[in-house]
Nanobody, 127 residues
C-alpha cells in the first residue's frame, strides 16, 4: 500500500524558515515525479514545486512563481523522501501543504498527473 506522510509544518513568524518532509512507502519512487501543492483557506489547491526524473540520476526542479527563490525542493531516493525547504516565509504562504507522487506523463504543475497524495501538513505564518 502506497503511503505519503508529510511532516514539519508549524506556526512561525514572517521571515522564518521551515523544512517539510514527505516520507514515501509502498513502492520505489526513484522515477516518480514528486511534488508539493498547497491549499489556503477558501482557495483552490495550487502547485508549489516539483522534482521530475529525466533519466539516469538526473532530476529537474520546477517552482511556482510565488515561491521561486525562496523555496527549494529536493529528494533523497535512498530514504524515499522528498523535502521542501521554505525560507523567508510570508503570511500568504499559510496553507495546508500536500505531498504528491506520480508515475505518468503530464505537466509537472497538473494535479491530475499525480497518483498518490498525502494528508497534508499545516503551515501558518504570522505577520
Amino acid at each position: 500500500q502506497v503511503q505519503l506522510v508529510e511532516s514539519g509544518g508549524g506556526l512561525v513568524q514572517a521571515g522564518a524558515s521551515l523544512r517539510l518532509s514527505c516520507a514515501a512507502s509502498g513502492r520505489t519512487f526513484t522515477t516518480y515525479a514528486m511534488a508539493w501543492f498547497r491549499q489556503a483557506p477558501g482557495k483552490e489547491r495550487e502547485f508549489v514545486g516539483a522534482t521530475t526524473w529525466s533519466g539516469r540520476n538526473t532530476y529537474y526542479a520546477y517552482y511556482a512563481d510565488s515561491v521561486k527563490g525562496r523555496f527549494t525542493i529536493f529528494r533523497d531516493n535512498a530514504k524515499s523522501a522528498v523535502f521542501l525547504q521554505m525560507n523567508s516565509l510570508q503570511p500568504e504562504d499559510t496553507a495546508v501543504y500536500y505531498c504528491a507522487a506520480g508515475s505518468g506523463r503530464g505537466t509537472y504543475f497538473d494535479q491530475n498527473r499525480y497518483d498518490y497524495w498525502g494528508l497534508g501538513t499545516q503551515v501558518t505564518v504570522s505577520s
